[in-house]
Nanobody, 127 residues
Framework: QVQLVESGGGLVQAGGSLRLSCAASGRTFSSYAMGWFRQAPGKEREFVAAISWSGGSTGYADSVKGRFTISTDNAKNTVYLQMNSLKPEDTAVYYC????????????????????WGQGTQVTVSS
């Protein structure tokens, strides 16, 4: 049974930092890419960042480039999202997801390609 379990969310002031973790279990993810998506109240879920577990290729939404960094710890089967210089508009529920890897990185933001999802973790940034 595949499980993706997010943690690390919370309340932080604008300009602060948080690190989200996603612990993956239940199968081998070496041929997968891992993504982070988020959904703010009243809005559709949107792509944030993704990384290829085997090759390390990454992709980011324009809104988080230069502020967020995605990384993996293969030994721990864990994906991280380091979020710096947080803004109130980053407030959302953040979801971890896994998809079979494909060539390139343009597909990272295509939500329906992700077959496994976590339950989400709340991030709230106060102004």
């Amino acid at each position: 049974q595949v499980q993706l379990v997010e943690s690390g969310g919370g309340l932080v002031q604008a300009g602060g930092s948080l690190r989200l973790s996603c612990a993956a279990s239940g199968r081998t993810f070496s041929s997968y890419a891992m993504g982070w998506f988020r959904q703010a109240p009243g809005k559709e879920r949107e792509f944030v960042a993704a990384i290829s577990w085997s090759g390390g290729s990454t992709g980011y939404a324009d809104s988080v480039k230069g502020r967020f960094t995605i990384s993996t710890d293969n030994a721990k089967n864990t994906v991280y999202l380091q979020m710096n210089s947080l803004k109130p508009e980053d407030t959302a529920v953040y979801y971890c997801a896994a998809a079979q890897d494909r060539v390139g990185s343009r597909w990272y933001r295509v939500e329906h390609l992700y077959e496994y999802w976590g339950q989400g973790t709340q991030v709230t940034v106060s102004s």
